[in-house]
């Protein structure tokens, strides 16, 4: 134990570089909390459903309410309730035994809603396709409106998706 305390102290602490983080992004979130609030009048809630990914979309997902993205300061929260849910996003391909549960979680969600679809297997099934086992990309379930792609999409892309359904809401 002293002899890794004294190369400690010797040596010092190291650490790696920390990365070079891609600033354009903020000038793009300035705006949104306001035009969230001009299309929706209030906070947008998204439900997130995993139906049956292999849980990289969600660590991305997860990456949004960090505080360099602090998506909730740009007025998107995450709900636990489909019924308080203005839009559901949906990882992975939809497994049988998620499609009743993902189809009643839909018709829980109150009318207007947003259907996305997140990474390539919500998106087109991905390695899984279609089988016995996967009813294959979200769209084989529910109507969707927007589809992100990416296994996983970084963050950022995922915002830009979100705001992508948002301001489709807005146009008929």
Not at 109 to 115: D, I, Q
Not at 140 to 168: E, H, K, S
Request: with cysteine.
């Amino acid at each position: 134990m002293w002899q890794i305390l004294k190369t400690i102290a010797r040596v010092g602490i190291i650490t790696e570089k920390t990365p070079e983080i891609e600033d354009s992004w903020r000038q793009e979130a300035e705006p949104i909390q306001q035009e969230i609030l001009d299309i929706l009048g209030r906070a947008l809630t998204i439900r997130q459903v995993d139906a049956g990914s292999c849980n990289g979309c969600e660590l991305e997902i997860h990456a949004l309410n960090n505080p360099y993205y602090n998506i909730e300061g740009l007025g998107i929260k995450f709900v636990a309730s489909p019924r308080h849910a203005d839009m559901l996003l949906v990882t992975g391909p939809v497994s049988r035994h998620m499609q009743i549960a993902l189809k009643r979680t839909y018709d829980a969600t109150p009318a207007p809603k947003l259907v996305v679809a997140v990474g390539d297997c919500g998106c087109t099934g991905g390695i899984f396709g279609e089988s016995y086992a996967s009813c294959g990309k979200v769209a084989n379930v529910l109507p969707v409106d927007i589809a992100i792609p990416g296994c996983p999409p970084p963050p950022i892309d995922l915002l830009r998706g979100i705001l992508t359904a948002v301001r489709a809401r807005k146009t008929p």
